[in-house]
């Protein structure tokens, strides 16, 4: 009959007309249990998800590289006997079925909706599945879209990957890259709702880092804030009844030693922090030791509650003050913009008694 009068379809339409088609084909094919010749028993519960061994192994590297006599090499699985003429079970106990379901769409499909929670799990399985394409797809999903808003939440979602499995390598360069972004814009990023839902180890992880650009009061009140927000408690520190006090206590436990406490100052010490409650009876009596005899405590500056933390730029934006090294007492170059015009030398020493932003103040005005 030939394409109806007054209808039409250009070349590519006409190369790509059963395209669709074809990709709803393939996901009913997925939902096939009956054709399905292997079995994956996905999480602690072993939920049964099928799959054919054909199109895994076309898709998948962990199926292609299977020596004779395998099934298939996926890191932490188990291939359990099967009688013949049923499907072969496959055991992945560290794996989410929803996400591993997500992942079969895509194997199937090449469709695939990622989300800020589950991309990491997602890149995991492309590492360990050997789905290179969608791998790269979900570090440009990272990549891409970190922000104020989510770089907690993505520290937290990398930090849960298992450490049992090979994606986990993949993804320590994205733990160090959010808590590198989340310390240059610390100010922001502790003010949200992904901060305050981090899980204990992750905020740990933050807040031992040395590139956080806080001063160490706002460490503290960042801190406390979550502690907060963790346990349910509205009120202001004075307010707290005894029951509600003990709560924000153990949720600080364990974070509060890396609260760079000999830093915060001493009327901040006793107005906000020791109030609470919080600091153990020892590191008290150390804080109020070190106010009364700093020389002391800087006989032994290696040790990493008295270096003020640093950020690679000091003002956000902006190129004036770069941090070469990451130390307090290292070395820090000053954009030649800063010191032109004035007798500053280009490269200065920091001084940890001296806070840097008052250093580069009384550097460009020399």
Not at 211 to 227: Q, S
Not at 231 to 260: D, F, K, M, S, Y
């Amino acid at each position: 009959m030939g394409t109806p009068r007054g209808v039409c379809i250009s070349a590519d339409k006409k190369t790509h007309a059963g395209v669709t088609h074809l990709l709803d084909d393939l996901q009913r094919l997925l939902e096939d249990k009956e054709h399905a010749d292997v079995v994956f028993l996905v999480g602690r519960d072993e939920v049964p998800i099928y799959a054919h061994r054909l199109i895994m192994m076309y898709r998948c590297k962990s199926f292609q590289n299977a020596k004779r006599g395998e099934v298939c090499r996926i890191p932490g699985s188990n291939v359990v006997p099967s009688a013949p003429g049923t499907p072969t079970p496959i055991r992945l106990p560290h794996v989410q079925p929803e996400a591993f379901r997500q992942f079969l769409i895509f194997v199937y499909t090449g469709k695939i909706k990622l989300q800020d929670t589950g991309v990491f799990e997602m890149m995991t399985l492309a590492q360990d599945l050997g789905m290179e394409v969608l791998k790269i797809t979900c570090e440009d999903y990272v990549t891409s879209t970190l922000s104020v808003m989510n770089a907690c939440t993505f520290l937290a979602a990398a930090m849960e990957i298992p450490d049992r499995c090979t994606g986990a390598k993949g993804t320590k360069s994205f733990v160090d890259h959010c808590i590198s972004y989340v310390g240059e814009n610390a100010a922001e990023c502790v003010k949200t709702n992904s901060f305050l839902n981090l899980p204990k180890d992750a905020l740990i992880k933050l807040v031992s880092s040395d590139c956080l650009a806080l001063e160490e009061e706002d460490v503290w009140r960042a801190v406390l804030n979550w502690a907060k927000y963790q346990t349910g408690v509205t009120q202001p520190t004075a307010h707290w009844t005894e029951e509600e006090r003990v709560r924000v206590c153990q949720q600080l436990t364990g974070v509060i030693n890396h609260v760079r406490l000999l830093l915060i100052d001493s009327q901040v010490f006793a107005e906000e922090v020791e109030p609470t409650g919080a600091v153990p009876m020892e590191l008290s009596l150390e804080r109020y030791r070190y106010a009364a005899l700093p020389y002391k405590f800087r006989e032994n500056s290696d040790d990493k509650r008295m270096q003020p933390r640093v950020s690679c730029k000091f003002f956000p934006g902006s190129q004036i003050l770069v941090n070469v090294s990451g130390f307090i007492g290292c070395k820090f170059y000053v954009h030649q913009e800063a010191a032109q015009g004035t007798n500053a030398a280009a490269v200065m020493l920091v001084r940890p008694q001296v806070p840097v932003q008052e250093q580069l103040l009384m550097l460009v005005q020399e």
